[in-house]
Nanobody
Framework: QVQLVESGGGLVQAGGSLRLSCTASGRTLNNYRMGWFRQAPGKEREFVVCISRSGDNTYYSASVKGRFTISRDSAKNTVDPQMNSLKPDDTGVYYC?????????????????WGQGTQVTVSS
């Protein structure tokens, strides 16, 4: 099975930036459609962003569109969300996910594989 590993989380002030990264040992992430979800304390897990196998197509939730940008780095075998203009409401555990399927990527049920999550905390 695919084992995903997230990194890059941390504590940042409102208005600041973080860059997360997702990779997998022994697997080429370009073979998978990828997504990121987040879960805030006391809230359900929600869709954040997804990216096609080629990296040519991306889709963002309304809450992050214009502030977050996702890209693939094939040389490093990573999928990297760049998160700018961070708000306290962006606080949560961020999860990387991968799928071999063709169903809608905004649903967490679509994904076959998940990472352990990385904590993002945005202070005011």
């Amino acid at each position: 099975q695919v084992q995903l590993v997230e990194s890059g989380g941390g504590l940042v002030q409102a208005g600041g930036s973080l860059r997360l990264s997702c990779t997998a040992s022994g697997r080429t992430l370009n073979n998978y459609r990828m997504g990121w979800f987040r879960q805030a304390p006391g809230k359900e897990r929600e869709f954040v962003v997804c990216i096609s196998r080629s990296g040519d197509n991306t889709y963002y939730s309304a809450s992050v569109k214009g502030r977050f940008t996702i890209s693939r780095d094939s040389a490093k075998n990573t999928v990297d969300p760049q998160m700018n203009s961070l708000k306290p409401d962006d606080t949560g555990v961020y999860y990387c996910a991968a799928t071999t399927g063709d169903l809608r990527l905004t649903s967490d049920g679509t994904y076959n594989y998940w990472g352990q999550g990385t904590q993002v905390t945005v202070s005011s």
